[in-house]
């Protein structure tokens, strides 16, 4: 194996801690500086807030080059015509109206890349995974399996990040390593036993070598099953958390701004880290002093905050690089856009 400066191979993983302006500094928990291109003045803005998965495509107002997804772009009021643009697939095009003093917000999922016949933008996109084996969340895998394997959607440089670490990372014979066998697909030998709990991470936000052939790194993900003969304990344990509820609700329009807490309540015990992401002023104030805590249960995070009247907040839970609201097992929760208004005292 060559140098860990371009291969991460079975190291234990942990979660990092980053602190944004916000000043959030609690183990385990993440604020990200995103979304990118957000507006620092404190007064109110006419926002346009543009996501997309994957992320990196161009967004055009009516002509004019604003950036990339995810972003938060700050525009004039009025009704547009919105040019969204990802490398290997068709440009697409929409009218939006934004209002004034509120943020307009547009949500894009793209299909797989067109074939290399098809109209496409000179510019790259990051790598994303588009085929695992075992897939994510699978139960009754084969102990005998003898390979992991991981496909993107275009050609790939020579690095590799499988990442993880412990006992549910699962055991690499001796003297192999991971193996390209095209420029799209990755192998990692493996050796698994009956009955088992496995996680492996695809990059991280430490260790990002698996990159597109143009070096765009590919956004972190995980692939995380059963073998056969794992007890339905065990199998819960690859569930992907969901949100039973959210107070504010993610949309609400008329928040009392005397309101100190957020509170999101998941569907199973969580692990002790979170990624709150967003910043500036459309992030809400943390008090002096607080932070984010968990209940008991390892179910309810609360998010202690500080509101303004008659203002639009957005703000997310998780992002494609910040993950670290996950199952107590490690499963992360898919990234969840939140905003909401309050109202005017």
Request: charged share 20%; net charge neutral.
């Amino acid at each position: 194996m060559t140098s860990r400066s371009r291969y991460s191979v079975r190291f234990l993983a942990s979660i990092s801690m980053v602190a944004t302006a916000i000043g959030l500094a609690v183990p385990g928990t993440e604020t990200a500086a995103g979304p990118p291109n957000v507006a620092s003045q404190s007064d109110p803005q006419t926002l346009l807030f543009v996501q997309t998965k994957p992320e990196g495509a161009e967004i055009r107002l009516e002509g004019k080059v604003l950036g990339r997804s995810d972003g938060l772009f700050a525009v004039e009021p009025g009704t547009y015509k919105i040019v969204i643009d990802l490398g290997g697939h068709p440009p697409r095009e929409q009218q939006i109206t934004v209002r004034k003093g509120r943020i307009a917000r547009i949500e894009m999922v793209f299909d797989k890349a067109v074939s290399s016949d098809s109209k496409q933008s000179s510019r790259p996109a990051a790598p994303c995974v588009v085929a695992m084996n075992p897939p994510a969340g699978a139960t009754e895998v084969d102990p005998q399996l003898q390979y992991i394997t991981v496909a993107f959607d275009q050609a790939m440089s020579s690095g590799y990040s499988f990442t993880g670490g412990g006992p549910e990372y699962p055991e690499i014979p001796e003297g192999k390593g991971p193996v390209w066998k095209d420029r799209q697909t990755c192998v990692l030998p493996v050796r698994l036993q009956a009955g088992r709990y496995y996680r492996v991470g695809i990059n991280s936000t430490s260790y990002q070598n698996f990159r597109s052939s143009a070096g765009l790194p590919a956004p972190p993900s995980a692939i995380f099953f059963t073998t056969r003969g794992a007890s339905e304990e065990l199998k819960n344990q690859v569930r992907i958390p969901g949100i039973v509820s959210i107070v504010p609700a993610n949309g609400a329009a008329d928040v009392d701004p005397k309101l100190n807490e957020i509170l999101v309540t998941f569907d199973m015990p969580m692990g002790a880290g979170c990624s709150w992401t967003g910043s500036g002023p459309r992030f809400p104030e943390i008090p002096q002093g607080k932070s984010p805590t968990w209940s008991e249960d390892g179910k309810t995070c609360v998010l202690p905050v500080q509101l303004k009247p008659d203002w639009d907040y957005f703000l997310g839970l998780n992002s494609v690089s910040h993950k670290n609201f996950q199952s107590k097992w490690g499963v992360p929760l898919e990234p969840v856009p939140y905003h909401f208004s309050t109202r005017a005292e």
